[in-house]
């Protein structure tokens, strides 16, 4: 009830007599945030589990800095001209494929090599994002600065450029991959109980990783390919889900971290748009308050608090 009663605020308020109008806009913002908050929900969830890890997300592995560094690859290597020529859903295609393929062998390979030893995984992970940093600014130094700026109104998380024919191929991309983990949520739940055990349970354990990887890394490439970067949105809406939901059951936390993720972003964007009148934008909010969360559970974590 809450979300829906926040859906409808967002959709009517203030609305100055063109209703009609500000459908056709807020309309194509709130089905971008049902998408991402289920494809962020779907995909954190998944991650932490294989990690066996709470802290963990996808892009705390360097997703966010792969993206950058494969759209300035794009850009460098093609060029905007060549860019232009294909289509819009052209585009949206090849950076989701990029993102999938060279995301999943990453995070397998390193899932596979440390996965009995957390903290070189992270710090792997961690470098490697850093890696693509580098290679992304030197990069971009390079660049013919009106290339540049086409660079960089790409790498911006922005709800309000949701390009319409680009959400009917999402939404059911994301459906079908979310569809999919939900069908391997009992083999998700047992994995709780560690790989061993799972092994024992008989579950194929490099299949399950492999399959789940790979939607993983499906989910946030079609997210970050439509609105761009949002590096904490997952890490908070998998926290608050374990701490609502009360349960390893993963069929309810995903239903959880799809609506807590869902409400945040209307709420979030309400608040940027009436409140804060376009004077900071969704993402910042996003990035301070994910990046504060993120420090507090470490120090929570720090102090012998398990869960």
Not at 224 to 229: D, K, M
Not at 256 to 275: K, P, Q, R
Request: glycine letters at 6%.
């Amino acid at each position: 009830m809450a979300i829906i009663a926040i859906c409808a605020l967002f959709l009517t308020y203030h609305t100055f007599g063109n209703l009609e109008f500000a459908l056709s806009l807020r309309l194509k913002k709130l089905l971008g945030f049902i998408i991402v908050g289920i494809a962020c929900s779907f995909a954190t969830i998944s991650f932490q589990t294989l990690t066996q890890n709470r802290l963990l997300t996808p892009t705390i592995l360097g997703m966010d800095s792969l993206y950058v560094m494969l759209q300035t690859l794009s850009i460098f290597i093609l060029g905007t001209h060549n860019l232009a020529s294909l289509s819009s859903l052209g585009n949206f295609f090849l950076s989701i494929a990029l993102m999938m393929s060279v995301s999943t062998v990453l995070s397998f390979s390193l899932l596979k090599k440390f996965k009995h030893n957390l903290f070189l995984f992270l710090m792997i992970g961690m470098i490697l994002g850093t890696f693509f940093g580098n290679i992304s600014s030197f990069l971009q130094v390079l660049l013919d600065p009106n290339e540049y700026d086409h660079l960089q109104a790409k790498l911006f998380a922005s709800f309000s450029n949701v390009k319409a024919d680009h959400l009917l191929i999402a939404a059911i991309m994301v459906g079908l991959i979310c569809l999919f983990l939900w069908w391997l949520a009992p083999q998700l739940d047992i994995l709780l109980l560690g790989n061993d055990h799972a092994i024992n349970l008989g579950i194929e354990l490099k299949n399950l990783q492999l399959m789940s990887l790979l939607a993983i890394s499906a989910l946030v490439g079609i997210s970050t390919a439509l609105v761009g970067p949002t590096s904490f949105l997952g890490f908070i809406v998998a926290t608050i889900s374990y701490q609502v939901a009360k349960t390893y059951r993963h069929r309810t936390l995903f239903l959880t971290g799809s609506f807590i993720a869902i409400l945040l972003l209307v709420f979030g964007e309400f608040l940027v748009e009436h409140i804060f009148s376009f004077n900071t934008t969704l993402n910042i909010i996003i990035e301070f308050t994910g990046g504060c969360y993120f420090i507090g559970q470490l120090l929570y974590k720090r102090n012998g608090h398990t869960r």
